[in-house]
């Protein structure tokens, strides 16, 4: 893995801990679209559209 891989998957780790300790609310729900985006674009191997959506999901937890 090359380090811009591996930064996100550590990332990837770090907003699901985030999602799993949210409480349930529409914000969660919202968060979880863009974390499953993220886990399709990193499946892809799209490195650019995972960390939009990460962020977006880390945006809609807080």
């Known amino acids: 893995m090359t380090p811009e ?3 996100t ?3 990837m780790k770090s907003v699901k801990a985030a999602w799993d300790k949210a ?3 529409p914000k969660k729900d919202a968060a979880l679209k863009h974390y499953q ?3 399709k674009a990193n499946t892809a ?3 650019a ?3 939009k ?3 977006a999901a880390s945006e809609k937890l807080s």
């Open 5 to 7: 891989q591996n930064k």
């Open 45 to 47: 191997k799209n490195d």
């Open 37 to 39: 985006a993220a886990e």
């Open 9 to 11: 998957a550590e990332k």
């Open 23 to 25: 409480p349930a609310d």
């Open 53 to 55: 959506e990460l962020d």
């Open 49 to 51: 559209e995972t960390n």
